[in-house]
């Protein structure tokens, strides 16, 4: 394991905890064209499609600056043309978020919304598309960090193709964790950040796409600097951003995927953020929190936890002794439920959890928020 830094510890869904190591990978200077920087582009590329592995033939690596959410509106608004349009799966925020951004660029829409604790399966999902024609894309969330919820992306890939659409899938959460096969999946957009499962620090995302869906991209965009398919052609053509790269997010980055090759890949990386899971929820139930999902329906990577319904319990005071403590908790995103939210992802291990485990029992007790093994005692 490679030593984290005295900063506090986040359990959050990114940005997170990072390496020491990743950090110091940051403390050099580089020019945007210079020899050194221009290799790390090309292997940061490279690398992302070999941790599918995804195809070079067939499949591209694009890396765009700016937080996931640039990321996402460049693909949004880069590969569905004037005459297209999107089906958005909702079950969270951040698939509202999508949502929005295609009505920004004034993209004819379908949104299907259901509650935020229910997934999106294949049949759900055939049932509505089938019976609304003309939808040429459509976008899910795979993590849904709203709740923590993790959508059947193979299966609904599956739905897609066969109604033939072109597939998008926002992996922000997921990809780097938990094992996606773009080709069986169908999935034409494959869309991450620099600062989830992969470990970095925040400043660039990137899209793992089929190269004929990019290909068809050409000349479709509403943005200049979010232009997918020319950042694609410019790094095919000379190695580098169109506009200014963020260099030492790049440098972090390329060490982090040293680290997770290290730990032994992206089955590894999963492993551990279970264990991590396993852990806190166990220990959380032993408090006496209610965990807001099905077993079932919740991924490794964030879990939602219902208020405590003591009197005394106030999520404000709790958030920042929390945080006062040395640990950085989540608040909740539900649109109507009262929950927080604890992740499982970073540089951290179970004995981190264990140890945000502790002071959350110190932190109830100096609130007066006594715990289920204490009532039933």
């Known amino acids: 394991m490679y030593p984290t830094s005295p900063d506090k510890l986040l359990f959050t869904p990114g940005p997170l905890t990072t390496s020491a190591t990743v950090k110091e990978a940051m403390l050099r200077d580089l020019g945007s064209l210079d020899r050194d920087f221009l290799a790390t582009v090309r292997n940061i590329r490279t690398r992302l499609l070999d941790l599918g592995p995804y195809s070079h033939e067939d499949y591209e690596c694009v890396l765009m600056q700016g937080s996931g959410t640039f990321v996402v509106e460049s693909v949004i608004s880069s590969a569905i043309p004037r005459n297209g349009k999107l089906l958005v799966l909702v079950n969270g925020a951040y698939g509202r978020r999508i949502a929005q951004t295609a009505r920004v660029h004034g993209i004819e829409l379908d949104v299907f919304e259901v509650v935020e604790n229910r997934k999106f399966t294949s049949e759900l999902v055939a049932e509505y598309l089938f019976s609304r024609p003309g939808i040429t894309h459509v976008a899910v969330v795979h993590c849904e960090t709203t709740s923590g919820i993790l959508n059947q992306v193979e299966e609904i890939g599956h739905v897609v193709h066969r109604a033939g659409a072109s597939y998008i899938v926002d992996a922000m959460s997921s990809f780097g964790a938990v094992p996606i096969d773009m080709e069986a999946s169908h999935i034409d957009y494959l869309i991450s950040s620099a600062n989830k499962c992969i470990e970095g620090v925040p400043g660039f995302g990137f899209i793992l796409v089929n190269r004929r869906a990019l290909e068809s991209a050409k000349g479709q965009a509403r943005t200049l600097s979010l232009d997918l398919y020319d950042q694609w052609a410019s790094m095919e053509a000379?190695?580098?951003?169109?506009?200014?790269?963020?260099?030492?997010?790049?440098?972090?980055?390329?060490?982090?995927?040293?680290?997770?090759?290290?730990?032994?890949?992206?089955?590894?990386?999963?492993?551990?953020?279970?264990?991590?899971?396993?852990?806190?929820?166990?220990?959380?139930?032993?408090?006496?929190?209610?965990?807001?999902?099905?077993?079932?329906?919740?991924?490794?990577?964030?879990?939602?936890?219902?208020?405590?319904?003591?009197?005394a319990f106030r999520f404000t005071d709790f958030y920042e002794k929390l945080w006062t403590a040395g640990f950085a908790i989540y608040p909740g995103k539900l649109s109507h439920e009262s929950c927080f939210r604890v992740g499982s992802i970073g540089r951290i291990a179970v004995v981190e959890i264990e140890a945000l485990l502790e002071a959350i029992r110190r932190v109830l007790r100096d609130m007066g928020v006594h715990w289920v093994r204490e009532e039933v005692g």
């Open 238 to 311: 000379n190695g580098h951003f169109r506009f200014t790269p963020p260099i030492q997010t790049l440098l972090a980055f390329e060490q982090a995927l040293n680290e997770l090759d290290e730990e032994g890949g992206v089955h590894a990386r999963g492993e551990r953020y279970k264990a991590n899971h396993i852990a806190l929820c166990r220990g959380m139930k032993d408090i006496g929190f209610e965990v807001y999902l099905a077993e079932e329906d919740q991924s490794f990577i964030i879990t939602s936890f219902r208020y405590s319904t003591n009197p």
